[in-house]
C-alpha cells in the first residue's frame, strides 16, 4: 500500500514545530555518522529545465529513506501557468525497501528550509532575542519567519521586512500577522533592517551581498538561505569576517555549493576549517555563542536529509491520523 | 494530474514489441548524445538492503525523462512474505518538469531487460536464426524469450532450457509454450544448450562462467544479462576470445560493471577499445556481423534509459487508452 499525500494533506499534516524537532534530529544524525546524503544528481540537456534528484537515508529512532524528485524550469509559470519549482517526496520503508508515500514537495521543502533557521536560531541566537529583520517577502521568507518563531520557543515579537515589491510585503505583513501574532513592519531600505533586531534572515534571490557587513550589530544572529551557487552569495567577506561563528546546515554541502563561505575562503579571509556542521553544536562537539556581543552566521543550502526527515514526519502523521489515500500498486 | 498505474495497468498495457522498439531508440539517442544515464545512486548502510535511485533523459521524439527507484532486500521473502526487488518509475514531462505518472517498476524492469536483449538479437545474430538456448528459468529468463521472439520477428521455433530447479523448468516451459507458440526442450545439463542452437541467452545468478567457451558453436550468438560487478561474470575469457563482436548495452556501464568484459580486459585478453555500445551498430557508426560463422556477444547491465523508455511507452499508452487512475496532488 502506498500512501498518497497530496498538497492540501500535507499542509493538513505539517506544523513548524514539529519539523523544526525533525530537522534538528537530521543534522544530528548526519554528525553522529548514521545518516546519508549522496551526491544529488542533476539533469538538464535536453529539457528545458533543471531536475534535482534527492536521496538520503537517516537512521536512528527517525529511520528514514526517501528521495525527492524537484524540478526547476523558470519558463512555466509564463508558459503553462504553473509554479517553476515543482517537488514530490517518495518515503520508502527503511525495512523493506518498499515506496510507502508518495507526497507533494513544495510545502515540506519551504517548511524544511524555514526549519533549519529555525534550528540555528534556537542553538546560535542570543537567548533574549525577541525581534527579526527578513530581506525578501515571499514564500520562502514566510515560512522562515516562522522557523525563527519556533526557534525561539514562539517569543519572537517582531519581524521588520524589505522587498522591493510593496504587494508582496504588504501580503507578507498580512499574512503572518495572522498566523504567528507578531506585529511585521515593512521598511523603506535593506539598510533599515539592520538596527534594533536580534536576528537577520537573508532569503533573497540576489547573487551579490545584500547588505553592508560592517553595519551588522554586535551579538546578531544571521541566517542567509538564497545563494547556492559558488560565485553567489548574500553576505559579504565583511559580515563573514566579523563572525565568531560560521556554522553550515552541512559543511561538506556548504563548502561545495555556497558562495558565502567559499567566496571568503578564496580570497584568504577565512580558512576552510572555521566553517562548522551545525549537528556539531547540537550534539555538543563544538560550542555555540559564548557571549552576547558575537556575530553568528548560518548558511544553509538544501540537503536531502532536511527532505527525508520532513517527510518522513508527515507520513508518520499521515498514518497516525487516517489523512490521504491508499493505493494498491 | 498524476496517472497511476498499478502493476495490473502496467501488465495490460505493456507488450514485448513495443518494449524492443523504444528500448532500441533509447540506444540510439544515447549514441547520438541525445539521452543521459547519470551514474545511479546507490543506498544502503543503515538500512538492511540496498536501494538504487536511476534518472535518465531522452530526447529526439520520445521525450523521455523519469527516475527509477528499486530496492533489493535479500530478507524480503523470508520476513515478510513480498519480494526481494522492489520497483517505481516517476515519469515527469519534460517540458515542465512535472512528475505526470508513477508506475510498478518490477514488470518494466524485466521487460526492458528482456528488451535489450531482443534488440541485441536482432542486430547481431544470424538472419536465419530459429533456435536458442537459455540458462536459467526463472522470472527474468521468460522475458528473455520473449525479447528473443520479438528481436526475431516472431520466427523463433525452439527453446532449450536448463535450470537446477526442475519445477521452475516445467513452469517455465509450460508457460512459454502457451505465451509465444513455440517448443521448449528443458535439458539436463547446462552443456546440452551448447549444440543445436543458434542463440545463447545467459540469465543466471552466478558470479562464475556458466559454460565453456570452446563448446560455442561457430555462428552463434550470446546474450549475458546476469552478472553485474565487476569480479562477477557469466562467460568466460575463451567466449570473448572467440567472439567478433563484444558489443555492450552502453559501453560506459559495462566497462563499470560487467566482469564478463573487466575481467578479460584486466588479463590482457582483449582491449578496451574492442567494446562497442550498440547504438554505434543501431546507428550505422560500427557493422555488425559480416559472416555466418562469428561468434557475437552482447553484454547489458541495467541503465535507466532503458527504464525512462519503457515508463514513457506505458505512461503513453495509459493516455492514450484510458488506463490507470489520476491523482490530483
Redesign the interface.
Known sequence: MVR?L??DNVSELLNMADALEYVEEAYKQLTLG?A?V??R?A?T???????L?M???I?GEMSA?A?K?V???KK?PEL?N?PTV?A?I?V?D??????VG???GSLITAMRTGAATGVSVKFLARKDSNTMSIYSAGVQARKQVSGVFYGLNQKLEKCKVYDLKKDTAESFKTEIEKELGIDVEIMSSGEDLLSNTDIIVAATTSTTPIFAGEKVLEGTHISSIGAHAPEARELDSTTIKRASLLIAGLKEACLAEAGDYIIPINEGIISKDAIISIGDIITGKKNSRTSDTEITVFKSVGISAQDVAVGKLVYDRALQEGVG?D???
Chains 1, 2 share one sequence.
Do not use: E, R
Open positions: 498518497i497530496t498538497k548514521n546519508l549522496p551526491q544528481i539533469i540537456d535536453p529539457a528545458p529545465g533543471l531536475t534528484i536521496p538520503g537515508i537512521g529513506l528521495t524528485i524540478s526547476v524550469y512555466n503553462y504553473i515543482l514530490k517518495m520508502q527503511i525495512n523493506t525497501g518498499d515506496i508518495i507526497m507533494d489515500q493505493i494498491d500498486f
